[in-house]
């Protein structure tokens, strides 16, 4: 609303969040949102083929071609294998009720993390949507202080989950310097019968990197 008072166009980044992994194809559809520019890739092709793509209503690319255009894209834009995956990803996903499957398997595996958090009192959090989830490791639940960054925490049990045959993913949280989170995010095809593959060795690389972290006096 605010944008719209003041004329200011809405860009949505999806391309971590985009093409169902949320449970709705666009993740802006949860708050009833439409962008004025959407930024797609990663699952657009499921990683089949490299594609990405900026979607942009005629309101907003008719008048910048009214006005000559502009030079964009690249030697390879608008492969026609790269879109040909994209259009086959987009019918498996319809055929097969991925959208449906990320939405009810993701609320299903969020409960299955958070239950992590019974037995391990540095998940501070476990957030998400769909099959897009984290789970953020902290020093005190109560505060929410985060872990001191020498520990690098969030990269350690990373290397501990690899070990076990699982493979997440780790990023800071608080500004990029300082908090821990893993993104735990499974294929759109996933079930509820498959989550001890992740389960399982998760909980294992937790208790590894709790014991370890202990020793270090990282909750002191």
């Known amino acids: 609303e605010i944008c719209d008072q003041y004329g200011i166009l809405l860009i949505y980044d999806e391309v971590m969040t985009g093409a169902g992994r949320t449970g709705t194809y666009f993740a802006a559809e949860h708050w009833g949102i439409t962008p004025d520019i959407l930024a797609v890739s990663k699952g657009l092709a499921a990683g089949y083929a490299p594609l990405g793509a900026m979607i942009a209503p005629d ?18 834009a608008g492969n026609p294998l790269a879109c040909a ?4 990803v987009l019918d498996v996903i319809e055929q097969d009720g991925l959208l449906e499957n990320a939405a009810t398997s993701g609320a299903a595996l969020k409960s299955e993390l958070g239950k992590l958090a019974d037995d391990f009192t540095m998940i501070g959090d476990v957030r ?16 929410m202080a985060p872990l001191d960054p020498k520990h690098m925490a ?16 780790w990023r800071r949280t608080r500004g990029g310097y300082r908090g821990d989170h893993v993104m735990v995010c499974p294929p759109m095809t996933i079930t509820p019968e498959q989550f001890d593959d992740i389960l399982i060795p998760l909980r294992s690389a937790l208790s590894d990197l709790q014991d370890e972290l202990i020793v270090a006096g990282a909750f002191s």
């Open 85 to 88: 995956a994209g259009n086959a």
């Open 128 to 143: 998400g949507l769909g099959l897009l989830l984290a789970i953020e490791l902290v020093k005190d639940r109560k505060t």
């Open 154 to 169: 969030a990269a350690r049990l990373v290397d501990i989950a690899y070990d076990l045959g699982l493979i997440i993913y």
């Open 59 to 76: 309101r907003i690319v008719g008048p910048v071609l009214d006005h000559g255009g502009f030079i964009h894209g690249y030697t390879y």
